[in-house]
């Protein structure tokens, strides 16, 4: 089946960085986009960023400037690199595959990394 294995969270100073990476396996489809999204506290899921197989990318207002999506379509594995972080960043981080074959369509996501920014 398809895995999501995510690494590269922890607890930052604030200005500091982090690089998140996600590399997908049991993949049996056409990968479109791969992305992350965030999730703090109290809050609902957002998106960060995402980025297609065609390397076209769409970040949050909030990260732009900041962070840094990219992947490598041979290892099936997208990295998000963040600097300047901020308080306001800290979240839990998910990682998601979005796919299809034929005519289905694929929509995956990892169990989550945990990001703190301190101040």
């Known amino acids: 089946q398809v895995q999501l294995v995510e690494s590269g969270g922890g607890l930052v100073q604030a200005g500091g960085s982090l690089r998140l990476s996600c590399t997908a396996s049991g993949i049996i489809f056409r990968i479109s986009a791969m992305g992350w999204y965030r999730q703090a506290p109290g809050k609902r899921r957002e998106l960060a960023a995402t980025?297609?197989?065609?390397?076209?990318?769409n970040y949050a207002d909030s990260v732009k400037g900041r962070f840094t999506i990219s992947r490598d379509n041979a290892k099936n594995t997208v990295y998000l690199q963040m600097n300047s972080l901020k308080p306001e960043d800290t979240a839990v981080y998910y990682c998601?595959?979005?796919?299809?074959?034929?005519?289905?369509?694929?929509?995956?996501w990892g169990q989550g990394t945990q990001v703190t920014v301190s101040s």
């Open positions: 998601n595959v979005v796919g299809s074959s034929y005519s289905r369509t694929y929509n995956y």
């Open positions: 980025i297609t197989s065609g390397g076209i990318t």
